[in-house]
């Protein structure tokens, strides 16, 4: 069947009057021009000056992040920890942020020991002496003669030395990298020895090493522009989003490389404006495309088909745009760690990729015309090209708007099913989350065998007058009497001064492996009975607890005391919005609710793969008995937001229909029929590009990998296919009014 005629014009297209009609998209005669109409309309007509405007703009913002460079502001975690680290920062900026390492000595011989073999002894000296020669990388090495018997393990068969790799190093992974060089020099003079070299910067240049992010960017464009030639057909229109995704991320990298000068912006704020920015950037094109592809299918002129895009799907880019930045700004509620600058990081390029679609797009459109479909692909050009409305789909929502208490109920029910496992989610942190299989892991391992009772100690820092003196020195010595091998802290407990004596750092080892129940009992008693009866008594001194065990525990405190907050917000904002958007009350509670169940779902697929331990030989990780503990918000925020595009885009649709005569049931089956190819077109994008993170071997990634691509291809399939056309044709006309008893005309 041959496609509808679609007029070509070789001019520009310029918005002209408004045309009479009764026909979703048409505008009635006198109906004022909407923002997003005029915007279109400025940028149609000065196609060149917006187009290379943006990219001007775009240019000059990423320049300019990189001439002035990036700023790294310190973060801190909550509770004492933050407190903790604050003191160390004022009085020893170098000091607050040192790397840990140590270097394992094992002999080879069963029964060799420290005090029998004086080659262990000499590779021990070796290593130090290695080491020292280092002196801008390795700094407080500490060995068994130098330091006693503490570094040598229980059965004798095990040595330490341990060091520190300075926080202000230019680049941590370097460090490791030639510190680990030196140590296996003196690996290879002593073959009847292990000499090996793990701790916090090994770890962290093992976790940069496979991390790769660079591999994942590179292989989620040319699957996405795959999956977007699918949708469009032509390789000019499949081109336009990746335009669109990739300027505004570039943008977006640029201010935040600005902003790190005022606000700290952790590492991990930039990786989150990837996944959002593409995932918005590639939605919000879909939706402008494809609509102004119907409308010229349809039989208008291009200028009028931009004009009627402009006003319905540039208005739900507006809106859905608003809708995630304020779901985002939830993080702001979470007070600490990376999560303000996360927040910052996805509103800064949501509000980049909003501004590129309502300007660029338009003007885009408007110079390229009919070539926009130039480049089309054989077999998909053809049948993409009239952007017609899905069958299945339509076929579908009759059916649920015709029994939508059964087929909602049915729905309802198997999602309330996937999302019972939730009910037992349980979070926290692993005790070090890093690739399976890297050396720095395997002695690492070794380490904590061979000393169980040595975790990353907690770290007392204490501030004040005189905390070098005789009454501090004296609780500290009493807290030390305190350790003991079968007690909550365990020897040696030993103070170092700082920033010239004006701090004190007091290191105590906890019992257990840091991460687990034994490591947090004690540190509970550290805090609340040991300190307070050592160095509470102590005046004119204060002192807060840190270190690794310390730290996931205030931030996970943290993170619960906050949740409930966060959800408010975000259901607040949403709320709002959606009233605002739509004027009625039942939708936006339609839709919180049927995003919390798709988020309910994800929640407990995560569960049950990753808590429980399923498919570890799959997606190649080790369960470690929880979920990790900012994984479940993140993906609540995100999802929320994300979910939410989809939702504004089939509701305007719905609505439009609504509003120009046709009943509740033939609008959303016409609503979710005409909008159903975009919404499963983008879900699936970013399903794909979800599905890499489940490639790179770090669990935190994976899990949210699993998460979202899941949640996301649940809320485009049972939500917008089931949920919520059943609940629409439940509530009928009610739907769409302020007030349930609201009547007279649309």
């Known amino acids: 069947m041959r496609s509808p005629h679609i007029p070509v014009s070789s001019a520009p297209p310029t918005f002209g009057p408004p045309s009479a009609g009764g026909e979703p998209g048409q505008r009635s005669a006198g109906q004022r021009t909407s923002l997003t109409e005029r915007v279109a309309g400025w940028s149609a007509r000065h196609h060149k000056t917006a187009v290379f405007g943006w990219l001007l703009l775009v240019a000059a913002l990423f320049v300019t992040g990189q001439v002035v460079g990036s700023k790294n502001l310190p973060t801190y975690d909550a509770g004492q920890s933050g407190q903790a680290e604050r003191v160390m920062q004022q009085v020893a900026p170098a000091q607050s942020s040192d790397y840990p390492e140590t270097v394992l000595i094992q002999a080879a011989a069963p029964g060799a020991t420290w005090a029998t073999d004086p080659v262990m002894r000499t590779a021990a000296s070796q290593v130090a002496a290695a080491l020292a020669a280092l002196p801008k990388d390795a700094t407080g090495i500490r060995t068994p003669q130098s330091a006693g018997l503490d570094l040598v393990s229980k059965d004798g068969h095990s040595a330490r030395v341990t060091f520190s790799v300075p926080g202000n190093v230019p680049d941590v992974g370097q460090a490791a990298t030639t510190l680990q060089h030196v140590v296996a020099g003196v690996q290879a003079a002593h073959p009847d020895l292990r000499i090996a070299e793990s701790g916090d910067a090994s770890l962290t240049q093992a976790v940069s090493a496979s991390l790769n992010f660079g591999k994942a960017e590179a292989t989620s464009v040319p699957i996405t522009l795959i999956l977007l030639l699918f949708v469009f057909g032509a390789l000019v229109a499949a081109g336009i989003p990746l335009l669109l995704a990739l300027t505004a991320l570039t943008a977006a990298i640029g201010v935040l490389t600005l902003a790190s000068h005022l606000l700290p912006v952790a590492s991990s704020t930039f990786e989150v404006v990837v996944i959002v920015g593409m995932a918005v950037a590639v939605d919000y094109s879909l939706f402008y495309l494809r609509r102004e592809r119907e409308e010229r299918a349809a039989g208008r002129s291009p200028a009028e088909a931009l004009r009627v ?438």
């Open 309 to 746: 895009a402009a006003r319905t799907s540039g208005r739900t880019i507006l809106i859905s745009g608003l809708t995630v930045m304020a779901t985002m700004s939830g993080l702001f509620f979470v007070g600490g760690g990376p999560f303000p600058s996360m927040a910052m990081g996805t509103i800064t390029v949501v509000g980049i990729a909003v501004i590129g679609s309502l300007t660029v797009l338009p003007g885009i459109l408007a110079w390229l015309g009919p070539k926009a479909d130039a480049g089309r692909i054989p077999f998909l050009g053809r049948r993409q090209a009239a952007a017609r409305p899905s069958r299945l789909w339509a076929a579908l929502a009759r059916r649920v708007v015709a029994r939508p208490l059964v087929w909602g109920g049915v729905a309802a029910i198997a999602l309330l099913a996937l999302a019972a496992p939730a009910l037992g989610l349980r979070i926290g942190e692993p005790a070090a989350d890093v690739p399976k299989g890297a050396p720095a892991v395997r002695t690492f391992d070794a380490i904590e065998k061979a000393f169980p009772q040595a975790p990353a100690p907690a770290e007392v820092v204490v501030s004040g007058t005189g905390v070098t003196g005789p009454r501090v020195l004296a609780a500290v010595d009493a807290l030390r009497a305190r350790a003991a091998n079968g007690g909550p802290i365990r020897q040696p407990v030993t103070a170092t001064a700082i920033g010239g004596g004006r701090a004190l750092v007091v290191s105590v080892p906890l019992a257990g492996d840091g991460a687990d129940t034994v490591s947090r009992d004690a540190l509970a008693t550290l805090r609340n009975q040991l300190l307070p009866s050592t160095l509470g008594k102590v005046p004119g001194i204060s002192y807060a607890v840190t270190g690794d065990t310390a730290q996931i525990t205030d931030d996970v405190h943290q993170l619960k005391a906050s949740l409930p907050a966060v959800f408010a917000v975000v259901a607040l904002l949403a709320f709002c919005l959606l009233l605002a958007a739509f004027r009625s009350v039942a939708v936006p509670l339609v839709s919180i609710v049927l995003n919390l169940l798709s988020v309910g779902a994800a929640y407990g697929i995560i569960t049950l793969i990753f808590q429980d331990g399923r498919l570890q030989g799959l997606l190649d990780y080790t369960s470690f008995g929880g979920i990790i503990y900012w994984v479940p918000l993140l993906m609540f925020v995100f999802l929320f937001g994300i979910s939410m595009d989809y939702h504004v885009f089939i509701l305007s649709r719905i609505r439009e229909r609504w509003a120009h005569g046709a009943s509740p049931q033939e609008a959303v089956v016409g609503g979710i029929a005409s909008s159903a190819g975009t919404v499963t077109s983008a879900a699936l994008i970013m399903v794909a590009v979800f599905s890499i993170f489940t490639t790179i071997p770090l669990i935190d990634l994976k899990i949210l990998g699993v998460g979202t691509a899941t949640a996301v291809l649940i809320d485009a399939t049972v939500i917008r296919g089931v949920l919520l056309p059943a609940a629409l044709a439940l509530l009928g006309n009610r739907a769409w009014r302020l007030r349930p008893d609201q009547h007279g005309a649309r």
